[in-house]
């Protein structure tokens, strides 16, 4: 019973988007493993590549984005800057892309016209 209402409540003010931003230095090639070994990571926690260094999840609350962001924080490589930002179900569907004359398809505009879903 107590399950069946607290998927009731899940709603899409309820329902949050992880959106992770980084600068991580390529200078090296150690630099260049540790970046890779990040974006690895994000992607082994299930988040997708929406642009090179900008990456997003669908999490069930913000508080399950937090405890995402705060596990995967402790692998920020050194003299990196790595933002985690938060935005409701509803906000992100507001979401305008704009796909320039010589656009090259991401992982996820060829999931949406394969007509792919991404689901929890």
């Given at each position: 019973m107590a399950r069946r209402q607290r998927l009731n409540t899940l709603t899409g003010w309820s329902?949050?988007?992880?959106?992770?931003?980084?600068?991580?230095?390529?200078?090296?090639?150690?630099?260049?493993?540790k970046a890779t070994r990040f974006r690895n990571l994000l992607l082994d926690?299930?988040?997708t590549m929406k642009q090179f260094s900008?990456?997003?999840?669908?999490v069930k609350s913000l508080?399950?984005?937090?405890n995402t962001s705060k596990k995967l924080s402790k692998y920020i490589p050194e003299n990196s800057s790595v933002s985690?930002?938060?935005?409701?179900?509803k906000q992100y569907l507001m979401t305008e892309n704009y796909l320039g004359?010589?656009?090259?398809e991401n992982e996820e505009s060829t999931r949406e016209k394969n007509g792919q879903l991404l689901l929890f």
């Open positions: 329902m949050m988007w992880i959106i992770c931003m980084f600068d991580i230095p390529v200078r090296t090639k150690k630099e260049q493993r926690n299930g988040f900008v990456y997003i999840k669908p508080s399950v984005g937090q985690f930002l938060y935005i409701t179900d004359k010589n656009y090259t």
